[in-house]
C-alpha cells in the first residue's frame, strides 16, 4: 500500500535533487519519446462536471460537496445488497501502451481497477481509508486493444466511499466517432402494461438508450428492451439512440404503439372508486378489538377482506374459512346473516375478498396436488359465500427462494411457481371480474431492492424479496398491492438511506419504490419494473394497538400529499407524482371501529368521501 504525506514528498525531493545533479554534469537522460503525448485520459475525473461520463450500478453514485479532495466535487458511491456501487467509465487507448491509472479514495474497501486491457486486468484496493488516500496501479494495452473500462467500486454491507481526481495517464487513442442513429425501430404486440421494442445494430454503438415521449426511460446493450409500468388503453411514443465512449446518437424516428384494455388487473379495479379504503374484518378470531358484524362495518370501507382463510396443515393447500365461534364471539351473527350482508356490501358496490393466511396461517405450495388442493378449496370458499375475489396475506415463511432461483422473472421455487400458476387459475375460472390483492410485508418486496433470496453466495435469508416474482408474474391480473408499511425494521429505500416506520417518510420511500420500481438486489440487468398508481395503496395500522409502526393522522396526510401531490415530501425526492394513487390499506375494520374510526375518518376528510 502506497505511503502518502511527509515520506512521499521526501522521496519527490530526492529525486528532483538527483536529477538536478545529473543534468548540471551534462548526464541528464533523454525521456521517453512518448511522455510527450501522454495525457489524462479519464473524462471529469474530478466530477466536477457531476456524474458526465460515469455510469454507476444501481443508480449507487452521486455527486457530493464534501468531502473532496479537491476543487469543490467528489463522487459519493454507496453498496447496496450485492450491489458494490461500481462506477465507470470506457476511455479510448492505444493499443501496446501503458497507462497509469490513479484516484483519491476515502472509506473502507474502497477499490480501483481497469478491465478490458486486452492483457492482465489489474486492481487495487485499500481496506480503511479514514482520510483521503492515493490508489494507483498500472498496466499495458493488448495488441489490438482500443478501449478499456476503469472504475472504482466498494464492497458487500460497506458504508458508501468516496473517491476523487482519478486520472488515467498515457498516450491517447484515435478519437471515437458518434455511433450512427439506429435504424428500423417497431414495436411488438402490447400488453396492458408494457410494449417491446426492437431495431437494427448501429455502426459504432457499445449501448442504446430508449426514450418514451422524449424522456429517457432504460438503457441497454442489446437491440432489443421491453417498456413496462405503462398506463392500460394508452397511446405512447418511442424512440431509441446509440452510445459510445464518444456520447449519444440523436434520437432515431418515434414509433407509436398503444397499450390494451389489459385483463382483471384494469377490469377488476374499474368499478372500485378512483381512491378506495380497504379494510381486514375479523370474522373467524376474536381479540383486543373486539368482533364487528359485516352489517356493520360502515360504507367508508371499499374493499373488504375477509381474515383469515388458512390451511389445514402447513403444505395441504386446503383452504378453510368459518366464522368466530359463538363462544370466541358471542355476538357473531349466523352464516345467513353473514351472507346477506356480504350481498348488501355488493349492491353498493363494494368488495369483499377471502384472505388467506395471516400470520397463523403459513402456506407452501410445495407440490402440484398441494397446488390444485389451494385452487379447489379456495374456489369453494368463495362460491359457498359469494366473495368478489382472492387476498393474498403470505406471511412468515410461506414463501422462500430455493439456492439459484436468482431471477424474479423466471423463478423455480415450487412453492413461487405453484402460487402463480394457482392464482392464475382462479382468474380463469372467474374471469375478468375477478379481485385479486395482495399483502406482503417490506422483507418479500422492498428488501429485495438489496437483498433477493439466498444471494448469489447462498448465506442470506431465502425469504428477501419473495414476493416479487408473484407480484411480477401477476402483475396484468393484480387489483390492488398494499405492502404492510408496519412491523417492519429500517428499509433502504432508492435514495440508499435506510427509512423506519412510523412516521411520512417511511411510506413515501416504501411506495416510491412500487412506484418507480427498482433493481432487484441492486443488479441493473434484473429491474422490477413499476406498477400502476391504481394498482397500490399504503398499508398501515388502524391504531396503535394494531401493529407496531402506527403512523398519525397527520403523516399519513403528509405521505399522501408527498405522493400524489409532491408536497410535503421532506428530504426525500421522489421519482414522480402519482395522483391515481389507489388508496389505503389498514389492519383493520375492527381496530379502527376500536380507536373511534380514526383511520377511515382520516381517509374520508382527504379524498371527501
Known amino acids: ?23 548540471a554534469g551534462g548526464l541528464a537522460a533523454a525521456a521517453p519519446s512518448a511522455a510527450a503525448a501522454d495525457a489524462d485520459l479519464a473524462r471529469n475525473g474530478t466530477f466536477e462536471a457531476g456524474l458526465d461520463g ?49 484516484t483519491w479514495v476515502q472509506g473502507s474497501y474502497v477499490y480501483l481497477g481497469a478491465e478490458g486491457t486486452g492483457t492482465t486486468d489489474v486492481s487495487t484496493w485499500t481496506q480503511s481509508a479514514g482520510a483521503w488516500q492515493k490508489l494507483t496501479t498500472t498496466f499495458k494495452t493488448g495488441a489490438s486493444t482500443t478501449s478499456v473500462n476503469v472504475y472504482t467500486h466498494g464492497w458487500y454491507g460497506t458504508p458508501a466511499y468516496y473517491a476523487d481526481d482519478l486520472s488515467l495517464v498515457g498516450p491517447g487513442g484515435d478519437p471515437v466517432a458518434l455511433p450512427a442513429v439506429p435504424a428500423g425501430l417497431k414495436a411488438g404486440t402490447a400488453t396492458a402494461s408494457s410494449v417491446p421494442l426492437s431495431w437494427t445494430a448501429a455502426t459504432g454503438a457499445t449501448g442504446y438508450n430508449v426514450y418514451r415521449g422524449g424522456t429517457k426511460v432504460l438503457s441497454t446493450t442489446g437491440t432489443s428492451a421491453t417498456v413496462t409500468g405503462l398506463a392500460a388503453s394508452t397511446a405512447y411514443s418511442f424512440q431509441v439512440t446509440a452510445t459510445n465512449a464518444a456520447g449519444e446518437s440523436a434520437k432515431s424516428a418515434a414509433v407509436p404503439a398503444t397499450t390494451t384494455a389489459g385483463g382483471s388487473g384494469g377490469e377488476s379495479g374499474s368499478d372500485l372508486p378512483a381512491h378506495a379504503l380497504v379494510g381486514y374484518l375479523h370474522s373467524s378470531f376474536a381479540n383486543g378489538s373486539g368482533y364487528t358484524r359485516m352489517a356493520d362495518v360502515p360504507d367508508s370501507w371499499d374493499v373488504i377482506d375477509l381474515a383469515f382463510g388458512e390451511p389445514t396443515s402447513v403444505t395441504s393447500g386446503d383452504i378453510r374459512f368459518s366464522l368466530c365461534p359463538v363462544a370466541e364471539c358471542p355476538n357473531v351473527e349466523s352464516a345467513a346473516e353473514f351472507k346477506a350482508a356480504i350481498k348488501a356490501k355488493q349492491a353498493k358496490g363494494k368488495k369483499v375478498l377471502i384472505s388467506i393466511g395471516g400470520q397463523n396461517g403459513q402456506v407452501q405450495l410445495a407440490t402440484t396436488a398441494a397446488r390444485d388442493t389451494f385452487v379447489s378449496s379456495v374456489s369453494k370458499i368463495i362460491d359457498e359465500y359469494g366473495l368478489d375475489g382472492l387476498d393474498i396475506d403470505f406471511e412468515g415463511h410461506s414463501l422462500s427462494l430455493n439456492t439459484g432461483d436468482t431471477d424474479f422473472r423466471s423463478p423455480t421455487t415450487p412453492v413461487i411457481v405453484n402460487l402463480i400458476s394457482a392464482v392464475k387459475s382462479l382468474k380463469a375460472k372467474y374471469g375478468e371480474k375477478f379481485v385479486l390483492t395482495m399483502a406482503p410485508e417490506t422483507f418479500f418486496v422492498q428488501l429485495g431492492y438489496q437483498y433477493y433470496g439466498s444471494g448469489p453466495w447462498g448465506g442470506q435469508d431465502p425469504r428477501a424479496g419473495a414476493y416479487l416474482p408473484v407480484i411480477h408474474a401477476l402483475r396484468d391480473d393484480l387489483t390492488l398491492l398494499h405492502v404492510q408499511d408496519y412491523n417492519s425494521g429500517s428499509i433502504m429505500g432508492l435514495d440508499n438511506q435506510y427509512h423506519s416506520m412510523g412516521g411520512a417518510d417511511f411510506h413515501i420511500a416504501m411506495t416510491d419504490m412500487l412506484l418507480a420500481g427498482f433493481p432487484v438486489a441492486g443488479d441493473q440487468t434484473k429491474v422490477f419494473p413499476g406498477l400502476r398508481p391504481d394498482q397500490v395503496s399504503i398499508g398501515l395500522p388502524a391504531s396503535t394497538q394494531a401493529g407496531n409502526g402506527h403512523t398519525s393522522p397527520a403523516e399519513v396526510t403528509k405521505a399522501l400529499n408527498c405522493l400524489t401531490k409532491k408536497t410535503d415530501c421532506g428530504s426525500y425526492a421522489t421519482h414522480g407524482t402519482w395522483s391515481g394513487l389507489r388508496g389505503l390499506m389498514t389492519w383493520s375494520i375492527n381496530w379502527d371501529r376500536f380507536n373511534n374510526w380514526e383511520f377511515s375518518k382520516n381517509f374520508d376528510a382527504y379524498f371527501g368521501g
Open 1 to 23: 500500500m502506497e505511503r502518502t504525506g511527509p515520506p512521499a514528498r521526501i522521496t519527490g525531493l530526492l529525486a528532483a535533487f538527483t536529477a538536478a545533479l545529473l543534468a
Open 54 to 102: 460515469w455510469s454507476c450500478t444501481g443508480g449507487s453514485g452521486a455527486v457530493v460537496s464534501t468531502p473532496v479532495h479537491g476543487g469543490t466535487s467528489a463522487l459519493k458511491a454507496t453498496p447496496a445488497g450485492s450491489d458494490y456501487a461500481k462506477c465507470s467509465q470506457a476511455v479510448t487507448v492505444k493499443p501496446g501502451s501503458t497507462y497509469t491509472l490513479s
